[in-house]
């Protein structure tokens, strides 16, 4: 990471100068427990006025020129374009060719992804749970550039590791089932690790960075957090059940 603030980092990626993108951490803001403090979501039960409030904090300390764009993320691939005020539409991903127009996406251990070409002006974020990754969303969010795949780069933020990410077979069906051959079948099965009896573990940076690979993507940064383990940086809802969201956004200026 780098360029740190108290309350929010600068993903270490090679993006160009006219794309700005941050992840904030969980302190810095005024949130009470099991939300404390720098919780960004409304609706997770925290004090809307109080979760306002951090986003408005955010938006001063990174001189935005407006509020961030939100969804109502529901698990899925929907990709919004961005050429309105989309905030609250369902949905799990933006893509933005618009300068000053913020997109934010919600994670406590799903993946959020942040994607940019370095010669356009364009951008996506994609909040990626095993459910979205596994019914394409990269791909859906990939088809909208109008870059090159050389020139689109991408950035893995804080999720949970494929240390502590238990999940059922069932999962990793999901995943086979939208497979487009055996040999992509194949390195799905390697993402995941028997752990018990009836469980299995789930390598989300993995299944992801294969999916960029596999439409041509090859610079692939981050994948280096565990939002499960980082209990003072991210929120975590396996960890804590009730707790709050961090929030990773990319802006075009």
């Keep these: ?36 403090s720098n919780n960004m979501a409304i609706h997770v039960g925290d004090d809307i006025e ?52 913020p997109c934010g996406i919600l994670t406590a251990d799903c993946l959020p992804i942040l994607i940019c070409s370095t010669k356009k ?13 596994g019914s394409g969303i990269i791909k859906r969010a990939l088809d909208m550039f109008e870059s090159s795949s050389e020139d689109v780069i991408a950035y893995l933020g804080p999720a949970i590791s ?8 069932e999962v990793r069906e999901y995943f086979c089932d939208h497979a487009e051959n055996l040999v992509e079948k194949n390195r799905i099965k390697a993402a995941f690790e028997k752990w018990g009896e009836n469980k299995l573990l789930a390598d989300l940076y993995e299944l992801a960075r294969m999916d960029f690979e596999l439409y041509g993507i090859s610079k692939i940064y981050g ?11 991210f929120y975590s809802y396996r960890r804590d059940g009730i707790t709050g969201r961090n929030a990773s956004i990319i802006w075009l200026k």
């Design 1 to 36: 990471m780098r360029s740190n603030h108290p309350n929010f980092f600068s993903p270490d990626w090679p993006c160009p100068p006219f794309v700005r993108s941050v992840v904030t951490y969980r302190f810095g803001g005024n949130s009470k427990k099991p939300y404390a």
């Design 50 to 101: 109080i979760v306002q409030n951090n986003r408005e904090k955010l938006c001063q300390n990174l001189s935005l020129p407006r509020q961030p764009i939100w969804l109502n993320q529901v698990h899925g691939n929907k990709i919004i374009n961005v050429t309105h005020d989309y905030s609250l539409s369902d949905g799990d991903g933006f893509y933005c060719k618009e300068l000053d127009k």
């Design 121 to 133: 002006k364009e951008i996506a974020a994609i909040h990626a749970g095993w459910r979205g990754l």
């Design 162 to 169: 494929s240390e502590v990410f238990e999940v059922g077979y």
């Design 223 to 233: 994948g280096n957090f565990c939002s499960y383990r980082n209990s003072e940086l």
